[in-house]
């Protein structure tokens, strides 16, 4: 085995594969619709989309090898596939000395002929192949080559097409960061990762630290905060959850070193996966003592005003655990008057169950090494009984001293309601978000993260703003598309092309449409464009918000699912569709070729129409297919006028996606077989069988004696061989001639047949020579009589061309393991037994020894 070098761009080609996060994701049906095109085109049984990195060839989608997803690199012919750029093809595995010993090829899958295309990026990387593999040899057409490639570049598109996805959800989540950061711009604002390192802080922020602008970004945290405070304000960023928020109060230093008393708000982020992905933090500077005093009463009047309003409880007790403050929402949660409000009440409503476990969470919370959350049962004065959550943090004073807890509870038995009032929260603080957008620094660095086009266009049709994607596609600096007019960027043509929507949407109306340009490069870019009107006030339009969208990709794509409609219609395969029900959707031509049923014919009725005369494979078929998406092998069927044929069926199952509403689908395809089948077994019988007796050949009795000789390893077995040769044959035949010496052959044949055990095996080794195998026989005086009725049933008298004639039988007997322990050992020692019958007179038997034969009895 000759395992192929490495890339020429190895290092390069493994970090695009790890950038397109593909490896070992599950299956996704554009690329196991691809692998199935490839099949159906290049008439394998076996194709596969295969990507190779350090060690293995891993495949995101295959057809033809159940239960399989890898193999080592070093055995991969995709390995030797992706070091050029044309199709690499293997005619015959078994001849070429690269692959000739490859396990691959000696076992399971056994390939014999390969071909693949490899799949390149972008960027030139080859990470893969869309390959195809048979297990006989064969050769591509020059059209099957192109398909490949062109399924090949599809592959790679809808590779690079996931992970611009990912880039714009990336995007989008930035953009809401940014938006949060404007919604409370009144504050100073820090947005600090997991790591404790500034990313973000607006011009407030700046202010207060005493930075130049930029100046926080990069920086640590800690770095901001006094030495003694740094531990807590770390546990305090690390504790909260996703979603949650904090306030206290705090120290903060300038880059000066002065200290500020300052309020902290602290929200914690997280990625889109649901890990860390850090806080926001609200600062709010409180030094001067006058300040400090007003800005306490109003953060106490905001929380009481707040609290009021939430959805939640809200409370607040003292170190001895006495209720100090409830919101109505509380109250509400444990059914309990203002008047009531206490400890020992708020104790009462807990379900006995719960309670204990309750106090002991309670009593451990307090010294903050613990937070106190628990979820517990509530039950009301009437009996009802509710499920709640409670969080209580500890608060402490500018010293580290404990003063009590503030905490929330909600009652999570609605929590559907909830979420709907924390989306539609949401969606009102995304709205106020791009209300602020217009500050113009941030909008530059959110338009030029995203991957689509931005630009607004006054009512004159001067340029306000252009996101750098836009300056790109149009080959125009900053300068410029501040410069020109919407005319001057577009070209006399294209803006000629557009004009109808520039009118449409200052008329006020929102215009969409598709629009192709040569870009600077000489590339041909396809863009999907949306005109939004800008209206005041007073409902005037003041501009044109122009977002595009680069459609480029899926204008590729489409064309190859246009390619991929040609190719269901054109291949020689039929292919048949059903629904759930099995009702037929779906046939191409070569299905009618096959079977003789018009579309017409079938369409909307059951598949039941070719017949179904196997039904317990029919079941096994579905079952299998429902296990494991696909299902291989051999069916009867009917054509339409009566006649059955031999169905090689290829069955795949097509997923319903119950987020598109696709209902899920079976997908027949299959050949007629009938010839082939009959073709084989004719082969195969006359293989192993004598072509003039129709007795087992010499090849049969061989494979079927060692076989039994392989046995005796593992049980005790008995064996013993009867090699007989007509006396007499040659005189007759002589005399008669070749024809009738021939039937004579026959004749004998079926006479000694007729004395056979079904478990024995009689062979003719060609000539007027015969064996018997014979299989556990009962002993000596068994072989004996076998041996004795031959004799007797070949001698009797044949009638040939009208005249009576008579041949006897020598036969030479041999046991194992007394006579011989291998195959060439028992024919030897028989034949040898059988020549001395011969010397010993002719038409008797004889049996074999170690030394030399014994006299017949």
């Keep these: 085995m000759m395992p192929a070098p490495l890339r020429a761009n190895e290092d390069r080609a493994l970090a695009a594969l790890r950038a397109l996060q593909v490896l070992d994701s599950p299956p996704e049906p554009e690329f196991d619709a691809l692998v199935r095109i490839a099949s159906l085109v290049c008439g394998v049984p076996v194709s596969l989309i295969s990507l190779v990195d350090e060690r293995r060839q891993w ?112 995007a989008l989540a930035e953009a809401a960061r940014a938006g949060a950061l404007l919604q409370h711009s009144a504050d100073a604002i820090l947005s600090i990762d997991a790591q404790g390192v500034i990313r973000r802080a607006n011009a407030a922020a700046e202010r207060l630290f005493g930075a130049a602008p930029l100046q926080l970004l990069g920086r640590l945290h800690r770095t ?70 007003q800005a306490l009463a109003l953060s106490a009047e905001r929380f009481r005003s707040l609290s009021d309003c939430v959805p939640v409880g809200v409370f607040q007790v003292d170190r001895g655990g006495q209720s100090g403050y409830t919101n109505e929402q509380w109250r509400q949660i444990y059914q309990i008057a203002p008047s009531q409000v206490s400890h020992e009440t708020w104790l009462s409503r807990i379900h006995p169950e719960d309670r204990e476990r309750v106090r002991q969470a309670s009593h451990r919370s307090q010294g903050g090494n613990t937070p106190f959350d628990e979820t517990y049962r509530v039950v009301w004065p009437g009996g009802a009984i509710r499920q709640v959550r409670s969080r209580a943090q500890e608060l402490h004073s500018l010293r580290g001293e404990p003063l009590g807890f503030v905490g929330m509870v909600e009652d999570i038995t609605e929590r559907l309601a909830f979420e709907a009032q924390l989306v539609q929260a949401r969606d009102q603080a995304r709205a106020a978000a791009q209300e602020a957008l217009e500050n113009a620094r941030l909008l530059r660095n959110i338009a030029d993260a995203m991957p689509g086009l931005v630009a607004y266009w006054r009512r004159d049709l001067s340029c306000r703003f252009a996101s750098r994607s836009f300056e790109d596609w149009y080959g125009r600096s900053r300068e410029d598309m501040l410069r020109l007019s919407m005319p001057e960027v577009l070209g006399a043509e294209g803006f000629e092309r557009s ?83 099995d009702l037929i959707l779906s046939v191409n031509p070569a299905f009618t070729a096959i079977t003789g049923f018009e ?63 696709a209902q899920e689908r079976l997908l027949h395809v299959f050949s007629d077989g009938t010839e082939r089948r009959r073709h084989d077994e004719r082969l195969q019988h006359l293989a192993f069988h004598d072509a003039l007796t129709g007795l087992a050949n010499r090849s049969l009795l061989m494979e079927r004696l060692g076989r039994l000789l392989g046995q005796t390893h593992r049980e005790r077995r008995e064996l013993a061989l009867m090699y007989m040769d007509l006396d007499g044959f040659k005189a007759v035949n002589d005399s008669v001639g070749h024809a009738q010496g021939d039937a004579l052959l026959r004749q004998v044949a079926v006479r000694m047949g007729t004395l056979v055990r079904d478990t024995d095996t009689l062979a003719r080794l060609g000539g007027d020579e015969f064996v018997l195998l014979l299989d556990q026989p009962a002993g000596p005086q068994e072989l004996e009589l076998v041996a004795a009725r031959l004799i007797d049933a070949v001698s009797q008298p044949l009638v040939l061309a009208g005249q009576s004639v008579v041949v006897g039988v020598s036969v030479g007997i041999a046991r194992f393991p007394q006579h011989g322990r291998t195959v060439e050992g028992l024919m030897r020692a028989a034949d040898l037994a059988m020549y001395a019958a011969k010397a010993a007179g002719r038409n008797r038997w004889q049996f074999a020894t170690d030394e030399a034969p014994l006299a017949a009895s």
């Design 599 to 661: 579309p017409a014919d079938v369409l909307g009725r059951s598949a039941d129409v070719l017949g179904r005369d196997d039904p317990a494979l029919e079941s096994q078929a579905r079952e299998a297919v429902r296990a494991q998406g696909h299902w291989q092998g051999e069916l009867w069927r009917r054509r339409k006028n009566g006649e059955a044929f031999l169905q090689w069926l290829d069955l795949g199952l097509i997923p319903g996606d119950e987020a598109t509403g």
């Design 59 to 170: 495949f995101k989608a295959q057809v033809g090898l159940p239960g399989t997803s890898e193999t080592p690199r070093e055995m991969a012919f995709c390995a030797h596939a992706v070091l050029g750029d044309a199709v690499f093809e293997v005619p015959d595995a078994r001849l070429d000395s690269r692959f000739a010993d490859n396990p691959l090829v000696l076992a399971s899958p056994h390939v014999r002929f390969y071909a693949g295309a490899p799949l390149q990026l972008s960027g030139g990387e080859h990470v893969g192949t869309l390959c195809v593999i048979d297990r006989e040899p064969r050769h591509l057409d020059a059209r099957q080559r192109e398909i490949l490639q062109q399924l090949a570049r599809a592959a790679s598109q809808l590779l690079e097409g996931r992970r611009a996805l990912r880039i714009e959800r990336h």
């Design 499 to 581: 004009k109808p929507y520039i009118e449409g949407v200052l008329a006020g109306q929102t215009q969409t449409f598709e629009r192709s340009i040569r870009r600077p490069d000489g590339r041909l870019g396809h863009t999907l464009v949306h005109y939004v009107p800008d209206t005041d006030a007073r409902g005037e339009v003041r501009g044109i918000f122009a977002v595009g969208s680069d459609v480029s990709s899926l204008k590729t794509a489409q064309r190859e699912l246009q390619l991929a409609a040609s190719v269901f219609s054109a291949t020689v395969d039929a292919v048949m569709v059903t629904d759930a029900q």
């Design 224 to 293: 901001l905060v006094p030495e003694n405070l740094r531990a807590r304000e770390a546990n305090n960023r690390h504790a909260l959850a996703a979603g949650e928020a904090l306030s206290h109060e705090s120290e903060r230093l300038r880059l000066d070193g002065q200290r500020l008393l300052v309020s902290v708000t602290l929200v914690a982020e997280a990625g889109q996966s649901g890990e860390e992905a850090g806080v926001t933090e609200f600062i709010r500077d409180i030094t001067a003592r006058e300040e400090a005093a």
